[in-house]
């Protein structure tokens, strides 16, 4: 029998309507809920519906809110807060999780071109941006109704993606990724990648690791202090996505996903998922079975949807 860690199964499905647009752009997760990020500059709040162990799950629209006119490209959860941090239109606006109000005496964070949350153990929560066509970071102490600059801190280069690890600040510019203590500033340059921003790829692998798209089609482990102490994957170019779900790594091409154990780097299965724009881990479990959100927008199909 074929080995079968994972399996796909469609857990939301909109028809494409001319009428009513909608062009999944992002996805984030709050189990139950899943926050999803339009093309058309909105937020819509599914919930995921609890079914039998042997049936799948599936999710219904709860709330809808229009941000902007511009696409929602990024979402993160700041749930000590109840509060949604949407990015469109190269500012951060903050938004209700349970009613997606927006928060008006929250005024919005301008110039960001991307953006993670850092929580530290005292509970303060601050967000480290990439300051939008500047070769810069920018580290941002949030509180429930307003926002203050802490530090700044110059690059080499223009930052592009970003993933954060306690202190430690992985990015990846136009040429090269680096790290950066934002508690002490001191920065390190890693490599040069050789990828256009669209192959780009920092994302957190696990506590004190990076998981990068390195050059020659290498996904590689880079922990905090700059050291590869995994072996690396070797993986297939147009790499879209990829995440770490112990004791596997999932890679994310425009047809399928691919399974990589991390005990010897082997592919051990492969998935058809046609049209993939992006994945996302979610934390914890649903029903007792790991999850990962793949999100497909498939045009031929007419279709907008989300698996698990």
């Given at each position: 029998?074929?080995?079968?860690?994972?399996?796909?199964?469609?857990?939301?499905?909109?028809?494409?309507?001319?009428?009513?647009?909608?062009?999944?752009?992002?996805?984030?997760?709050?189990?139950?809920?899943?926050?999803?990020?339009?093309?058309?500059?909105?937020?819509?709040?599914?919930?995921?519906?609890?079914?039998?162990?042997?049936?799948?799950?599936?999710?219904?629209?709860?709330?809808?809110?229009?941000?902007?006119?511009?696409?929602?490209?990024?979402?993160?959860?700041?749930?000590?807060?109840?509060?949604?941090?949407?990015?469109?239109?190269?500012?951060?606006?903050?938004?209700d999780m349970s009613s997606l109000e927006i928060n008006q005496s929250f005024k919005k964070i301008p110039n960001v071109s991307q953006f993670e949350v850092r929580q530290q153990r005292d509970g303060r929560v601050e967000l480290v941006l990439c300051c939008?066509?500047?070769?810069?970071?920018?580290?941002?102490?949030?509180?429930?109704?307003?926002?203050?600059?802490?530090?700044?801190?110059?690059?080499?280069?223009?930052?592009?993606?970003?993933?954060?690890?306690?202190?430690?600040?992985?990015?990846?510019?136009?040429?090269?990724?680096?790290?950066?203590?934002?508690?002490?500033?001191?920065?390190?340059?890693?490599?040069?990648?050789?990828?256009?921003?669209?192959?780009?790829?920092?994302?957190?692998?696990?506590?004190?690791?990076?998981?990068?798209?390195?050059?020659?089609?290498?996904?590689?482990?880079?922990?905090?202090?700059?050291?590869?102490?995994?072996?690396?994957?070797?993986?297939?170019?147009?790499?879209?996505?990829?995440?770490?779900?112990?004791?596997?790594?999932?890679?994310?091409?425009?047809?399928?996903?691919?399974?990589?154990?991390?005990?010897?780097?082997?592919?051990?299965?492969?998935?058809?998922?046609?049209?993939?724009?992006?994945?996302?881990?979610?934390?914890?479990?649903?029903?007792?079975?790991?999850?990962?959100?793949?999100?497909?927008?498939?045009?031929?199909?007419?279709?907008?949807?989300?698996?698990?």
């Amino acid at each position: 029998m074929a080995f079968s860690a994972f399996s796909s199964s469609c857990v939301y499905e909109r028809t494409f309507d001319p009428k009513d647009k909608f062009s999944i752009q992002c996805v984030e997760s709050h189990l139950p809920n899943i926050y999803v990020g339009t093309k058309q500059g909105s937020i819509h709040d599914l919930i995921l519906l609890q079914t039998g162990s042997s049936s799948p799950s599936r999710a219904k629209e709860r709330l809808a809110r229009k941000l902007s006119s511009s696409a929602v490209s990024r979402i993160r959860l700041v749930p000590v807060y109840d509060r949604i941090l949407a990015l469109s239109n190269r500012s951060i606006t903050a938004l209700d999780m349970s009613s997606l109000e927006i928060n008006q005496s929250f005024k919005k964070i301008p110039n960001v071109s991307q953006f993670e949350v850092r929580q530290q153990r005292d509970g303060r929560v601050e967000l480290v941006l990439c300051c939008g066509n500047k070769k810069q970071l920018r580290v941002i102490v949030v509180q429930l109704d307003r926002w203050t600059i802490l530090k700044e801190f110059s690059l080499v280069g223009e930052p592009l993606e970003l993933a954060v690890q306690g202190a430690c600040v992985c990015v990846g510019t136009s040429e090269q990724y680096l790290l950066c203590d934002v508690d002490t500033g001191q920065r390190e340059a890693l490599f040069y990648h050789g990828h256009n921003s669209q192959q780009l790829l920092v994302r957190s692998s696990g506590p004190g690791e990076f998981l990068l798209n390195g050059p020659g089609g290498l996904g590689l482990f880079v922990n905090v202090w700059g050291v590869c102490q995994r072996a690396p994957l070797q993986w297939p170019a147009g790499v879209l996505a990829a995440c770490v779900c112990p004791p596997y790594a999932l890679c994310l091409q425009g047809h399928e996903l691919l399974l990589y154990s991390l005990l010897d780097q082997q592919c051990k299965q492969r998935l058809s998922v046609t049209g993939a724009l992006g994945l996302t881990p979610t934390p914890g479990t649903t029903q007792g079975r790991n999850m990962t959100q793949t999100v497909r927008s498939e045009r031929v199909q007419q279709t907008e949807d989300i698996r698990l």
